[in-house]
Nanobody, 128 residues
């Protein structure tokens, strides 16, 4: 079992930037696919971005060109989300998720995947 811990959420003004981080409790564990989701109460979960350990990234349409996902650290298990040009509609709870075996093609379709490992979330609030 792997625990994921997100950090970096904050309150910022529109146009600002934030960098979210997600660290696992075990660094010697291979996490094939890692992803960021966001969810507003009363709405469904939205896939924000994903990245496979062998390379390849995918982004939701609403964040393309503004957000960048990356992986680093031991076994590339530390996940980041660089968020630029933030908008009020980006205000959400952001969650990190991981799957130890998800193949690369499916990692780009995270809305269709059931990730077994989740963090507790970090809040991002963007004011206009």
């Amino acid at each position: 079992q792997v625990q994921l811990v997100e950090s970096g959420g904050a309150s910022v003004q529109a146009g600002g930037s934030l960098r979210l981080s997600c660290a696992p409790s075990k660094y010697d564990y291979r996490l094939a696919c890692m992803a960021w989701f966001r969810q507003v109460p009363g709405k469904g979960r939205e896939g924000v971005a994903s990245m496979h350990v062998d390379g390849g990234t995918s982004y939701g349409d609403s964040v393309k060109g503004r957000f960048t996902i990356s992986r680093d650290g031991v076994n590339k298990t530390t996940l980041y989300l660089q968020m630029n040009n933030l908008k009020p509609e980006d205000s959400d709870m952001y969650y990190c998720a991981a799957d130890p075996t998800l193949a690369k093609p499916y990692c780009s379709e995270i809305s269709k995947s059931n990730f077994p490992y989740w963090g507790h979330g970090t809040q991002v609030t963007v004011s206009s």
